[in-house]
């Protein structure tokens, strides 16, 4: 009988018992559940067992924080359920299930634009740029932009927009490698079918609203005509197609003999696929962006224009995410034609800043956050200036909550511009510096719109996000005075800079929850042992984190990163098994930071005191720049 089967038993009853769970496993510190029926769990009578310091539900998984003795208390719990555990992937596709549609779409999109990222950012930071020096008229009396009045500009715009094109005109060629990676299929397959659909042999998608039908370019093939229509920038297309391709290849890789299958696999799957994106997936993306052209179009001009402006300023993020919002200019180029401006176009625009007014609101709640830092700020900055992929996919829709309260506060100033019959001359810039487009009876207007497009989504990501992030943040407490006991001196075990744990920004870790401690920002990649003692927790699956026991009785736990147990170990390395005796500055692991930025994950490194021993007052050292296995972090006792 296990040390903790009482308690397993105990936990098994609370969590629904064995019919309710539909898969288990654990990572350092905590038990992670996908439950059948998530409500069945009773979360208050779970979190009063001793053994258990708390919980939390996170994408779909049910998690009961248990600490360093996880493992033993893991295996007590599947033999008294009677259930195997599983590996964390396939408790993280479990949990999928406890997902909404809309929930799995969000997922699904995040993981296909997480590698896209640092382009997408540098693409919006160089267009923002050039929004600004082509676009704006603020030279002899408004008539003329920085690239007019000069030669070197004009060529840094010409120069920079060799960059701009390739991210997003090109963005399907990404789109369709990051699918077929996601997906395990042939990555090169992926890369040549996006080629296909931004080939300069097509229609630029740009030009096709304002070119006529008779001029559209067409492969012939006698009885039926294909029109030759290009997608850059298209997201929905490129997606269906991508995800064509991977389940043709999928498809025919298992009924194709092994000795053709070199040829047979490949040819029948980019050749159908393609056929597929051109044919059919292509003309039904257009189709779609027609009808929503004509919803807008009626509904900007009819008796209900309130609410409509209620509904696209609330729909346009959306569209972005689709590539459909491009249709709009064509609608744009028509009210300008009819009405000597458009109504349109402020709200794209009021759209784009309430967006990038959220990442603001991020980056308020991760002030502290260097590395989460690096994605909002750039982000923020080119939304503001009109480009809005990399807040929407770099920062908004990876959270969720940032999107949805941007479209709120898109709405309100919509409903606002559309009342005020706010109009523009010409589409501008789509962010703050739009204003210089509005006509000049409307400027005031719209910058009352602005403000509401800047104030609404702020607050009201700020306000969810500190119930998100944040819940209950506690001060953990650097002194406790008690028993006497020798003092043991913590050694840095990373080099880089010391933070307080409050500022490491996850749930269990920064409220104290698994106990005091510290964390470091590595700027180096072994981690070192603090202190004399024996190595007592190992984690052979992902040996991303270990448990030391040292002679005064305390027990310290190192883990590297944030959720790096989603990586399998790939990336880190033991450098000790269980059981050996290390001294201070021994190293323990050796990790790969790029890896684990690659996985999305922060490197930040935490070293908790589990359980203080004999020595009650611990004592640690923030805000300073440590050298590893010399300077000194903090100490336990007297």
């Given amino acids: 009988m296990g040390k903790y089967a009482n308690e397993a038993k105990e936990l098994l009853a ?11 496993s654990h990572c350092m510190t905590r038990m992670r559940f996908v439950l059948n029926e998530p409500e069945k769990a009773d979360i208050k009578k779970i979190e009063k067992m001793k053994v258990v310091k708390g919980s939390f539900t996170q994408s779909g998984q049910f998690q009961v924080i248990i600490g360093n003795t996880v493992a033993d208390f893991y295996n007590d719990f599947t033999a008294a359920a009677g259930i195997e555990g599983v590996s964390k992937e396939t408790v993280k596709q479990a949990a999928k299930k406890n997902q909404n549609v809309l929930q799995r779409i969000i997922t699904a999109l995040a993981e296909i634009f997480a590698p896209l990222i640092p382009a997408i950012i540098t693409g919006g930071l160089i267009l923002g740029f050039r929004n600004c020096i082509d676009s704006l008229y603020l030279f002899e009396n408004g008539t003329k932009t920085l690239c007019d009045i000069s030669q070197f500009w004009s060529g840094i715009d010409s120069f920079l927009w060799l960059i701009g094109e390739a ?7 990404g789109i369709c490698w990051s699918v077929t990676k996601k997906m395990g299929t042939t990555q090169m397959l992926g890369i040549v079918l996006g080629l296909t659909l931004v080939s300069g042999q097509l229609l630029n998608a740009y030009s096709v609203a304002t070119t006529a039908a008779a001029d559209i370019p067409a492969w012939n093939f006698g009885f039926f005509k294909v029109n030759m229509i290009g997608y850059q920038a298209q997201v929905l297309p490129a997606i269906l197609a991508a995800f064509t391709l991977v ?31 051109h044919f059919l997936l292509g003309p039904i993306g257009w189709k779609i962006g027609t009808a929503i052209s004509s919803v807008v179009y009626a509904g900007i001009t009819g008796p209900l224009k309130i ?17 459909l919002h491009h249709m709009s200019n064509a609608i744009d180029l028509q009210l300008i034609a009819d009405y000597e401006g458009t109504m349109l176009w402020p709200m794209i625009a009021l759209s784009n800043i309430a967006q990038g007014s959220a990442v603001l609101g991020m980056i308020f709640l991760q002030r502290k956050n260097a590395e989460a830092q690096e994605v909002n700020v750039p982000a923020g900055i080119s939304c503001y200036l009109g480009v809005t ?16 309260c941007g479209m709120i506060g898109s709405a309100c100033a919509a409903v606002l511009c559309v009342a005020t019959n706010t109009t523009a001359n010409a589409i501008g810039v789509g962010g703050l510096p739009g204003i210089l487009s509005i006509q000049t009876k409307y400027m ?15 607050i009201l990501t700020v306000i969810v996000g500190k119930k998100k992030l944040i819940s209950k943040e506690k001060e953990p407490e650097n002194e406790k005075s008690a028993d006497n006991g020798t003092t043991v001196e913590l050694k840095a075990f990373l080099k880089g800079k010391v933070i307080p744990l409050k500022d ?7 409220e104290g929850i698994m106990g005091e401690g510290v964390a470091i920002i590595p700027e180096n990649e072994i981690l070192y042992a603090p202190a004399d003692g024996k190595v007592t927790v190992v984690m052979p699956d992902s040996c991303h984190a270990c448990g030391l026991l040292m002679e005064n009785g305390a027990e310290l736990l190192l883990h590297i990163g944030i959720d ?22 021994d190293p323990l692991i050796r990790f790969s930071r790029e890896k684990i930025k690659k996985a999305g994950h922060p490197d930040v490194t935490v070293c908790i005191i589990t359980d203080c021993g004999e020595d009650k007052k611990i004592k640690f050292y923030t805000d300073i720049e440590a050298e590893e296995k010399t300077t000194v972090i903090g100490s336990i006792g007297e």
Avoid at 167 to 173: I, K, R, T
Avoid at 307 to 323: E, K, R, S, W
Avoid at 389 to 404: D, H, R, S, T, W
Avoid at 565 to 575: A, H, I, S
């Fill in 444 to 458: 005031g207007s719209f910058a009352i719109c602005m403000a509401v497009a800047v104030a609404v989504p702020f």
């Fill in 389 to 404: 992929e990399p807040a929407i996919f770099g920062v908004n829709l990876k959270y969720g909550f940032p999107f949805i």
């Fill in 167 to 173: 991210v997003f005109h090109m963005l399907p060629v």
């Fill in 247 to 277: 389940y043709l290849e999928k498809f025919f890789r298992k009924i194709t003999p092994q000795v053709v299958s070199m040829i047979v696999v490949p040819f029948c799957s980019l050749v159908l696929s393609v056929m597929a994106a």
């Fill in 564 to 585: 790096t147990v989603d990586m399998q170990g790939d990336g880190f390395e033991y450098l000790i098994k269980e059981g050996d005796t290390v001294k201070a500055g």
């Fill in 504 to 510: 490491v920004n996850d749930g269990v870790f920064s």
């Fill in 14 to 24: 609370l969590v629904g018992g064995r019919e309710n769970i539909a898969a288990v």
């Fill in 307 to 323: 609410l409509f402006g209620a509904f696209f300023g609330f729909i346009y993020a959306p569209l972005v995410i689709t590539g």
